[in-house]
Every structure is written in C-alpha cells, then in structure tokens.
C-alpha cells in the first residue's frame, strides 16, 4: 500500500525552509499537500512556487493559536476529501545564545510555537485518526532533543519535550492503528543556523535531506528517525558520557561555543522574528 499517494497530508510553518522542501517531495509522490504559515506573503509565494495545477493549497495559521489550527486543519480536511491522512508538525523557532540572555519574549515565543505547538496538532488531528484506526503524525524535532549543547538551552528544553512527547504517543496510539514519528536532524542549511559558524565536524544537512527522511518514514513508519541516519546513535553515546567527557567532546567538535559565539549582526532578523513568533502576518 503506498501511504503517499493520493494523501491528504498537512504540513505546520511550510512556506520556507524544511517544510518547503517536504511539501515539493511529497506533491513529487503523488500526494495532496496543504501548507500552513504564519506569514501569509511567504506563504503566498510558497504556493506560486509549487507550481499552478498541482494538488496544493495553503493557509494562514498560527500553531499557537488552537482556534487558528482547528481552522487551518478544517480546511485542509475540505481540500482533502473530508480527512487528514498525515500531519507534519514543522513549525518551530531556535533562539540561540546564553541563556541568561534571553528574553521572556523569546522564552514565551519557543516554548509555545516548538511545544504547545506540536500539542496543539496532535491533539486536534488525532480524533479523526483514531476513528479511522490509520494516520501518521509526523513532528520535525532535532538532534538537539536527544544531546543539548551550550548556547541551545531554551531550544533543546522544547525539543527534547517533543522527543518525549512522540515516543510516548507512539506507544499509546499504535494499538489504535495511528503511527507517531520524531525526525532529528542536526544543523540544517536554512535560517535557523544564521550567523553561526559550523565546523567541519557539524556539517550542515540539506532541507531536501529531511524531506527525503520525511518520505522514508511515510514508507516505512518508525518512531524515532535521525538525519544523518548515524546521527541518533551517535547522539544517544554523547548523552551517557560523563561530565567531563561530554565537555571534552564538545570541545572538540565546537559544540561548546557554536550557538555563543556568533555573528549577532547576521543573525538579527532571525532572532528578531523568532522572538516573535506567534500571530499571523498579514500581506501589506
């Protein structure tokens, strides 16, 4: 059975970056893809993008308003001949630096769009699901859900939340026929890492490598899936070494000053915008 084709499957914060490349995959397979964002104007370009005649529309939403997600959702379930087949929970925010820091805007701004965010999704979509007794959810987390690095502490206390979150549902939903997946990818070429300055041993990945992971898992549903693919393995042996070994370790691969010492001028319009995060942006 393909579990792409001919799917209704919605997809948080896609106007750009991950979300983007994992709707052009999946309308590449044959699906019905509906995207979702909060900046309308990006959003607007997103769907010329995608190209006229292909089975994909769009709608203004904000993850952390449950109103605007039951009503982002209920239009994608019109598109969709009356269901949701699979929902890409993508939308989120990375504010980076030390933690005293931050501010209570962006504390706020993470912790409601990359959490109560996911929260919101899940529990909106999982009814129809589980009457159906089929589904996935899909929720986009990272690498940094599993090993948190200095500079990361706002961002990997939402992620590892989300880890925590899809493996437990896994579990609670898979009796009832629905599938719960994590992704984690370490660095990823888009906004998120603006500013910052990798080394060789943090290579970034491609939006596209995720959107191929996205496709994998559809194909082949499991709970827990790392781009890189060796990347949770090695994660998971990072996370048991002692104190000391695990700071060594960063050291050495430049985990331990990357998200605090960076380009703040390169970075500024993303940090501004992450700190802001929720509502939807109107076109002018």
């Known amino acids: 059975m393909d579990n792409i084709r001919g799917k209704t499957i919605a997809i948080s914060g896609a106007a750009r970056g991950i979300g983007l490349a994992t709707a052009t995959a999946l309308l590449r397979r044959g699906a019905r893809v509906v995207i979702g964002d909060r900046d309308v104007s990006a959003l607007d370009k997103a769907i010329h993008g995608l190209g006229p005649g292909r089975p994909v529309t769009g709608y203004p939403l904000d993850v952390t308003d449950r109103e605007s997600f039951a009503t982002f959702l209920d239009k994608a379930r019109t598109d969709g001949d009356g269901r949701i087949d699979v929902l890409i929970n ?4 990375m504010p980076v630096g030390p933690f005293l820091e931050q501010t209570p805007e962006s504390i ?3 912790t409601e769009v990359n959490f109560y965010g996911v929260l919101n ?3 909106l979509v999982l009814p129809e699901m589980v009457k159906r007794r089929a589904g996935h959810i899909i929720n986009i987390a990272s690498m940094a859900g599993i090993v948190a690095v200095p500079g990361q502490v706002l961002y990997a206390g939402t992620k590892f939340a989300v880890v925590g979150l899809s493996t437990a549902m896994a579990d609670e939903f898979a009796p009832q026929g629905v599938a719960v997946t994590a992704v984690l990818p370490t660095f990823t070429n888009t906004e998120l890492i603006s500013g910052t300055n990798p080394s060789a041993a943090q290579k970034p990945v491609e939006p596209e490598d995720i959107a191929a992971a996205v496709v994998k898992v559809l194909d082949k549903p499991k709970t827990l899936v790392s781009v890189p693919g060796f990347g949770r393995r090695t994660a998971i042996l990072a996370s048991l070494l002692p ?4 700071r060594w370790l960063n050291k050495k691969t430049g985990n331990d000053t990357v998200f605090l010492q960076f380009d703040t001028a390169a970075r500024k319009a993303y940090e501004d ?5 929720t509502g939807v942006i109107e076109n002018d």
Not at 90 to 93: F, Q
Request: proline share 0%; charged share 25%.
């Open 90 to 93: 993508n939308a989120g925010v």
């Open 108 to 110: 706020r701004s993470a």
């Open 121 to 123: 999704g899940c529990q």
């Open 243 to 246: 104190d000391r070994g695990r």
């Open 273 to 277: 915008r992450a700190q802001h995060a």
